[in-house]
């Protein structure tokens, strides 16, 4: 079966979505607070990459850039958010449609699937404090049914 990596067009199809989702969070007002000290200068390809591994792609964002702890810590000791993430869920659904995947297209849904469960699961459990978030993470695999254990 056809991977979601490969469905969605493989890094350039995660890096069109990448860039797409954060133009849509740049200018959100309240989302785009998370990068108001800044970002990583080439967060869209990191994020292309992360994503990638996560969805059956090649694990060059462990190799390259972190583990899953890394991620989880650069999003954790910021309090509860979900204003933000519901924010964050809506511009990556607009992302979503600025790339060329339309309503009720199963790819969408399942893109759309693993970024709500990203958000607001693995990148919101540890809002007190990043110190909190355990050493040895790796990063979730997501396919067509869901979350892999």
């Not at 133009?23 to 992360?50: C, I, K, N, Q, T």
């Not at 993430?85 to 297209?105: K, M, N, P, S, T």
């Not at 849904?109 to 909190?132: G, I, K, N």
Request: aromatic share 10%; charged share 25%; with cysteine.
């Amino acid at each position: 079966m056809e991977t979601v990596y490969t469905a969605v067009g493989g890094s350039e199809g995660l890096l069109r979505l990448a860039e797409a989702w954060h133009a849509r969070v740049m200018v959100d007002e309240v989302v785009g607070h998370a990068f108001s000290r800044g970002f990583h200068p080439r967060h869209s390809e990191r994020l292309a990459a992360y994503w990638a591994e996560a969805l059956g792609g090649p694990a060059a964002y462990s190799k390259e850039c972190g583990d899953e702890t890394f991620v989880v810590r650069l999003h954790s000791g910021n309090g509860k958010h979900e204003e933000m993430d519901r924010r964050a869920i809506a511009c990556f659904d607009q992302a979503l449609g600025d790339v060329g995947l339309a309503e009720g297209e199963p790819l969408r849904q399942v893109l759309h699937d693993y970024f709500a469960w990203a958000t607001t699961t693995s990148m919101a459990r540890y809002p007190e404090s990043a110190a909190d978030v355990p050493e040895g993470l790796s990063i979730p695999r997501w396919s067509w049914d869901g979350p892999q254990r």
